[in-house]
């Protein structure tokens, strides 16, 4: 089943999918560079000066000033908006194409043609640099989490020996590296290609994380993040979108594992490699999705947190929340400090993705 237009005859031969790729990392590399570099993220201060001189040789070893940091990351997450929305139609798109299929359940599987190859060299390119971006930006993966976050599950085991911008980016790596090596096997095999579309509509819920990431970041906070109405609202949908992005790639999953029909279509569909490598990949990313939603009821308690003691400083000092002060700066809150010095430190609500992810 092609599900995706076209026929053998009109696939792109191998070198012209390694040519592609090579054009989509140069291509978000000069998004990138093309983005605006302007900071608009607050300083917060830091108590630990022997962090934040560890902090400076970590910035130095990344290729960047002290002062560069910050606005490398913002151009970051707006090259990421970028990806997001192009990939969500894309998925959506093809998604919806097999459902008007007479046996939708093989192009969800197995749909393979060229307008997939454009997209899948397209995701390569993205996730090949966002591993590069990360690496630069690792003093700010920290998120605002701290190593007790969620009663100390939600980074553990890593927490008993790492911080948590550490875990993080080691987070990442697992997650970007597994997504290139997916997207490459599904080129090189010419199999999987419906699972993968389904890794395109993985985005979907990303595209409010990053609005969260960059309501955070600014300087002067919009007032939806001030207002725990606002914020309570926001991540409704953020978990609205999370279900219904990326629960039908579990849904599918669970469905071929069913005896009888599902079953048989994953035999008739796929040989043994292909089998063993989507299991692999189902288990891996449902595991990583159980993990996000962990990060999502921190990330949400802390957004609601701050925006209470917005609230209530704003009150105290006789004004409203829009002349609130940033939200990472708060004293009242009981988030905690990550080790970043005071001109790089934001905190940051991206999975990844996960991602976010």
Known sequence: ADGGGGDDDDLLPGLALVGLCAFWICFWLLV?????????????????????????AANKASGLAHGDVVGFYLRK???????????????????TQCLFEPEPVLPLLAGYGPVHQVFFTMAIGHWTVNIWEDWCTRSLLGQGLSSDAGGGMVLFPLNLMCQPHQIMLVMYFLHH?????????????????????????????VVFML????????EVPPLWLRSPSSVNVHWLLTYTAFVLGRGPATCLWIFSLTP????????????????????????????LNLRIIG???????????????????ATSEGSSPRGA?????????DVAKSSIPES??????????????
């Open 32 to 56: 990138l560079w093309v983005l605006p570099a302007r900071s608009r993220c607050a300083p917060s201060p830091s108590d630990e000066e022997a962090d934040v001189k560890k902090q400076d």
């Open 77 to 95: 997450l707006r090259r990421m908006q970028i990806y997001c929305a192009v990939a969500s139609i894309a998925g959506l798109a093809l998604v």
């Open 177 to 205: 590296s597994m997504t290139v090596f997916a997207y490459s096997y599904s080129l090189a095999t010419q199999n999987l290609g419906g699972v993968m579309v389904q890794g395109l509509i993985f985005e979907v819920p």
């Open 211 to 218: 609005r969260r990431e960059m309501a955070v970041a600014a």
């Open 260 to 287: 009888g029909y599902g079953t048989d279509h994953l035999n008739e569909l796929l040989s043994l490699e292909a089998k063993t490598v989507y299991h692999l990949l189902a288990v891996f990313f449902t595991c």
């Open 295 to 313: 990060l999502f009821m921190c990330w949400h308690e802390q957004d609601v947190n701050n925006a209470r003691a917005s609230e209530a400083k």
């Open 325 to 333: 002060t940033t939200l990472g700066s708060t004293a009242d809150t």
């Open 344 to 357: 790089d430190l934001v905190e940051t609500g991206s999975a990844a993705g996960l991602g976010k992810e």
